[in-house]
């Protein structure tokens, strides 16, 4: 298999505990898969051939349009779980969350 026929697993939160564990172990098992990343600040100490990081921001709808393109899989272990306010809280969880399901949804990303 070529590496353009790959299937590619977008990866969100690889900077938390959960998605960079995932990230680790998945990238290392599966050869066969190409892990897109999606950062914003801090990019994990990973790195393995069939991983690519991007930068963008699940806030910003626009940012991640094209990084959801091709994809097949994604993987959304970003959140934030401590913040100044109840506003930044919902933004950063839920409509980072809303924005990444339409992005993928206008991909047609399949999982």
Known sequence: MGEAEKPICL????????GRKFLEVC???????????????????????NIE???????????????????????????LTHANNEAAYIKANATATLNLIRSAEAAHVSH
Request: hydrophobic share 45%.
């Open 27 to 49: 990238s290392r098992r599966h050869p066969e898969v190409n892990f897109r990343v999606l950062i914003r600040h801090h990019k994990p100490d990973i790195q393995a051939p």
């Open 11 to 18: 990866v969100t939160g690889a900077a938390g505990f959960i």
């Open 53 to 79: 990081y991007v930068t963008g921001d699940l806030e910003l709808a626009d940012s991640i349009l094209p990084v959801t393109r091709d994809v097949s899989i994604v993987v959304h272990a970003a959140g």
